[in-house]
Nanobody
Framework: QVQVVESGGGLVQAGGSLRLSCAAS????????MGWYRQAPGKQRELVAV???????NYTDSVKGRFTISRDNAKNTVYLQMNSLKPEDTAVYFC?????????WGQGTQVTVSS
């Protein structure tokens, strides 16, 4: 059984910072891509940032220069450092894990940025 567990969400004022963490555990092999998606109320889920096992990174344009994704392959863990947060970053953030067989998702963690 595979578990994908996020942590680190919360409430922060605009301009503040948060760090999200996500750990994948259980019978999960050959992880390739790990990353983060988010979904705001009334909107579709969108990619925030992803990182491959080789370190290739992709960010959505709205977070470039503010968010930094990183991962620890030995621990099957991915992080998202979020700086200069804006109210429009408010959403539920979901961890995403992809291996050669399927995709796995975390349960989501709420990030709320007040103005």
């Amino acid at each position: 059984q595979v578990q994908v567990v996020e942590s680190g969400g919360g409430l922060v004022q605009a301009g503040g910072s948060l760090r999200l963490s996500c750990a994948a555990s259980g019978r999960i092999f050959r992880i390739n891509t790990m990353g983060w998606y988010r979904q705001a109320p009334g909107k579709q889920r969108e990619l925030v940032a992803v990182i491959s096992s080789g370190g290739t990174i992709n960010y959505t344009d709205s977070v470039k220069g503010r968010f930094t994704i990183s991962r620890d392959n030995a621990k099957n863990t991915v992080y998202l450092q979020m700086n200069s947060l804006k109210p429009e970053d408010t959403a539920v953030y979901f961890c995403y894990v992809h291996n050669m067989y399927t995709d796995y998702w975390g349960q989501g963690t709420q990030v709320t940025v007040s103005s």
